[in-house]
């Protein structure tokens, strides 16, 4: 489009102006160059052209929708401004499957993106969803069309209930939430919502309620410079010297030390590694933390907590000196507070103040992780690393990891157990597994690992040398990410193939992600493990009461035909032992851009058929036992 309406187009709030907008926002090669080449001084928005613009100075400009009646009018302004080339909307089937699309692209490809959808079941499954981005940190802006504002009657799908707010309320438990129900709070929302999503440290979904008839309404004489850009946070450092000083001299002074490494360590990896060495360290990670040592590493004891490893729970049982970074103590990593009774100093390096001072007996670093380990690191002019207490307590650790490395050996080779469901010898899951994660690492994938059985045994297969080659949504354990997850791949400027790891009950919550993969062009793998329950419930029923219940069904279900029933996806199966599964695989990747492998594994008790539980658990007839010891710890 040419621009010789001139200025006066330019300002026009009607779907003239608008059109003329976007195009000149194109023109120009973005929002920045396009504010900065006009006077913009008199302009005229509507509130749903403002949210995309206000959003474009964020840099997004990628948008997951699903759109209902509450989002016609912010709609037409996406149609308007992906004609234009200045966005792109991406369209989807259910709105967990977007929510958890969502979170994949922020959390593996740093795009952060938006979700739109509308009041009513739509805006509860979103929400439902976003727990995910919620429970790990990944910033994804969440926008709903709300009730009208003038309490004319019920809305259709609103809550029902006479109150106001109802959504706003609810967003809030979640995250941070604002209600637009002034479109002049625009600069506000876009200021607060970059705080959260943004975050440095503790980033997180924001919600937008968006009321239907403030969508349409206009905003006098908006200066679009002054709406908010993404977050730039400062990196914050210790000042105290003297804190840096006596950490420092706490790790001197003891011979059995771990580091914890929770989800906030990733991105430092290799400030974690010199520390560690240093130090005179093991390291024991969370399962949201693989790769942060490198998996042959000396100093690695794999993962530790409830289900954990040898080597892991060895170490965080029997360490004197807890040195906490970047985690925020979830039960299943710190087996519910019990994990250390033998330590009796922490000192944690975090950049939330609460999850700062979980322990007791602490010093606390607070500040960006990798600044504040850099600073402890330069304190180590002499370091006692090579002390003989710190040597004995390596290679104790060292003779575990051994133990644990032998173990794995000896459950992941090509096992077969007859299985009461399939009738016939199968795969056992950690064996499946295990391939699956070797296929991966020759193929340079990144692994989805979805909740359940599948999740546990598969943090502690994999081995991986740095960050981002496994993501597992252990902060949620919602069923159904890693599918949904694959997505992203279609998604992303710089695409990664993927394999999700998945149960036959996590691939049932949201099998229509197929068709979004295959719409959105995504190029990667399902692979389901289908032991035909819920494998990790009966397995704990088992633990604690000597029976399952209700965990499993009669209904068997070709996941292979219904696979390919879907145009686009190709479906193998692999059911008899690793060669075959090995086959299955490479045929898949082979076949072209969306595949699914299914295998079917045992379930039951026979011995090897698992990787065991190495902690404790506040849960069920075991809660007991596990207050006691956490009411009389002092840590």
Known sequence: MEFEKGVT??????????????????????????????????LQLCLSEALVLGLLRQGIAKYLAIFGHGSTHLGEMLRIYSKAGVIQVFNFRNEVEMAHAATALSWVYGEVCAVVTSIGPGALQAMAG???????????????????????????QQIPKHEQNLYGQLTALMGKSYVLHTPEAIRNALRLGAQTVFHPNKAGPFYLMLP?????????????????????????????????????????????????????????????RKFAELAGATVVLSPGSTGVMPDDHPANMHVGGSKGSISGNFAM???????????????????????????????????????????????????????????????????????IEKKQWLEQCAKKKAEWKKFLNQNQGDKLLLDDVWKKPV???????????????????????????????????????????????????????????????????????????????????????????VEHGAKGMIVIF????????????????????RTNDSVAVDYVALAESI????????????????????KAYAS????????????????????????????????????????????
């Open 9 to 42: 187009s330019l300002l026009s709030p009607d779907n003239d102006g608008i059109e003329y907008r976007a195009a000149a926002i194109a023109k120009a090669g973005g929002i920045e160059p396009f504010i900065a080449n006009h006077d913009l001084e008199k």
């Open 130 to 156: 976003s727990l995910a981005a919620a429970s790990n940190g990944v910033g994804v802006y969440h926008i709903y069309g709300d009730e009208t504002t003038y309490g004319e009657g019920f809305n259709m």
């Open 212 to 272: 239907i008839n403030t969508q349409p309404q206009l905003i006098q004489h908006l200066n679009l410079e002054s709406l908010p850009k993404k977050l730039q946070a400062p990196k914050q450092a210790v000042a105290e010297t003297a804190l840096l000083e006596e950490a420092v001299d706490a790790i001197n002074a003891s011979n059995q030390i771990i580091f914890k490494v929770g989800g906030g360590g990733r991105t430092f990896y290799r400030e974690i």
């Open 317 to 387: 049982q029997n360490a004197e000196l807890l040195v906490v970074i970047g985690s925020r103590a979830v039960c299943q990593s710190d087996c519910s507070g019990i994990g250390y009774p033998n330590v009796k100093k922490v000192i944690n390096i975090n950049g939330d103040l609460l999850d700062l001072m979980h322990y007791n007996h602490t010093l606390g670093l607070h500040g960006d992780i990798g600044t504040v380990i850099s600073q402890l690191n330069a304190f180590f002019v002499q370091s006692k690393s090579g002390s």
């Open 427 to 517: 795969l056992t899951q950690p064996a499946a597994i295990k391939a699956v994660c070797d296929f991966a690492k020759k193929h340079q994938a990144i692994k989805f690992f979805d909740a359940g059985d599948v999740q546990a045994n598969g943090f502690q297969t994999v081995e991986d040398d740095v960050p981002g080659d496994t993501y597992t949504e252990s902060g949620a354990s919602y069923m159904g990410f890693a599918t949904c997850a694959i997505i992203a791949n279609g998604l992303a400027d710089k695409p990664r193939y993927g394999i999700a790891f998945t149960g036959d009950g996590s691939f049932m919550m949201n099998p229509q992600a197929l068709i979004s993969a």
């Open 530 to 549: 289908d032991n035909r329950r819920m494998a990790a419930i009966s397995g704990l029923q088992h633990a604690q009461y000597g029976l399952e219940f």
């Open 567 to 586: 145009g686009g996806v190709k479906a193998f199966r692999a059911d008899s032992n690793l060669a075959a599964l090995n086959t299955a695989l490479e």
């Open 592 to 635: 072209g851009d969306l595949s699914v492998v299914h295998v079917s594994v045992y379930a039951g008790n026979a011995e090897g058929s698992g990787l065991g539980a190495y902690g404790s658990w506040n849960v069920g007839n075991w809660c007991e036992s596990v207050q006691e010891v956490y009411l009389s710890s002092d840590i």
